[in-house]
């Protein structure tokens, strides 16, 4: 759990820097998987492990939480009581209690910082849970955001979704503004995509800490993936070299003058290359990203390296169980989360 202590300091260089740092998750948090039994886990382990979560997110001064289908890995009732242990807010705008049909969490939160105020509106892909209901996330999305937008700057979605739910959210033309996603990919995102809204996750295995950056100078106008664009740029321009076949004083018209589609497709990247380049330098409201490896070359924040030493002492001794995904003791990668 040493990931906690670095992502720690990864924020805290942020706070230093005086920038205004809003730190979330979109679920599967607490545990590796959806299901829990005494016969094949180590429960009262996971319990510690997750009270170890909450008290260094507390620490982290977390802004918000969706809960996804590994979060009741062991039921509803022990995440709220870990909700209850927690200063940041869990929110779902799409789980209900089955018994009442009253949502479980507060749907969305709204923050004001320095008049400028960001909500976070948090939803959940389809999963089986005693007590649970899960109702279809887009239009309850939809339904949040129609309440809320009026009364934000600028809206986030947490989102713990299938990959066709997350097609169907991208497709939505719903009006939020940023897609933070985890139940997808192990990898973690490199820019926002190519969708109308910028969305990325930071992978499922806890190895990488997502830093979105976001400067906005004019409310009204979209954001500006400089990713995403600098990709394009890159990859026009390899293309554009390519064609020069080794020549880097080449003449393109002249080289391809007889070969009229080649010609067709130099342009095309040449008008990419024109207007990515116009669009970065245009822009008023910018979002990059940079993916931080947490690993070893990552300096750990003492106290929360503390919480975690302390918590983990807890953890009673005696024979080891197989892990998550069924390895043995001494399997070499024993405890791993791949």
């Given at each position: 759990m040493g990931g906690l202590a670095r992502k720690a300091s990864v924020i805290d260089k942020e706070r230093l820097n005086n920038n205004h740092v809003i730190v979330v998750d979109s679920g599967d948090l607490f545990f590796h998987k959806s299901n829990m039994t005494f016969e094949k886990d180590n429960i009262e382990a996971a319990k510690i492990k997750s009270e170890i979560i909450v008290d260094c997110n507390n620490k982290m001064n977390y802004n918000a939480f969706t809960p996804g289908s590994r979060d009741f890995a062991l039921g509803l009732k022990y995440l709220k009581k870990l909700e209850s242990q927690s200063n940041f807010s869990y929110i779902s705008c799409n789980l209900y209690d089955e018994a009442n049909r009253k949502r479980l969490f507060d749907p969305y939160k709204i923050e004001?910082?320095?008049?400028?105020?960001?909500?976070?509106?948090?939803?959940?892909?389809?999963?089986?849970?005693?007590?649970?209901?899960?109702?279809?996330?887009?239009?309850?999305?939809?339904?949040?955001?129609?309440?809320?937008?009026?009364?934000?700057?600028?809206?986030?979605?947490?989102?713990?979704?299938?990959?066709?739910?997350m097609d169907r959210l991208s497709k939505s033309e719903i009006g939020f503004d940023l897609i933070l996603r985890s139940g997808g990919s192990s990898r973690a995102s490199e820019n926002g995509g190519n969708g109308t809204t910028p969305l990325y996750e930071a992978g499922n295995k806890g190895k990488y800490l997502n830093k979105i950056n976001i400067a906005l100078s004019d409310i009204g106008t979209d954001l500006v993936d400089i990713d995403l664009l600098q990709k394009k740029i890159k990859q026009s321009e390899k293309h554009l070299k390519n064609k020069k076949l080794g020549d880097p004083n080449a003449n393109l018209d002249e080289m391809y003058k007889d070969k009229p589609k080649i010609l067709d497709t130099i342009n095309d990247h040449r008008d990419i290359v024109r207007i990515s380049n116009t669009k970065i330098n245009n822009a008023k409201n910018i979002i990059n990203t940079k993916k931080v490896s947490l690993d070893t070359k990552v300096d750990s924040k003492a106290d929360i390296l503390f919480i975690v030493d302390e918590g983990m002492a807890k953890i009673p001794k005696g024979p080891e169980l197989n892990d998550h995904r069924g390895r043995a003791p001494g399997h070499p990668h024993h405890g791993h989360n791949h």
């Open positions: 004001n910082y320095d008049g400028f105020k960001v909500a976070y509106i948090g939803a959940a892909s389809s999963f089986q849970k005693d007590s649970i209901l899960i109702r279809e996330p887009i239009s309850e999305i939809k339904e949040i955001y129609n309440k809320i937008s009026s009364e934000a700057d600028f809206v986030i979605v947490l989102f713990n979704g299938t990959k066709p739910d």
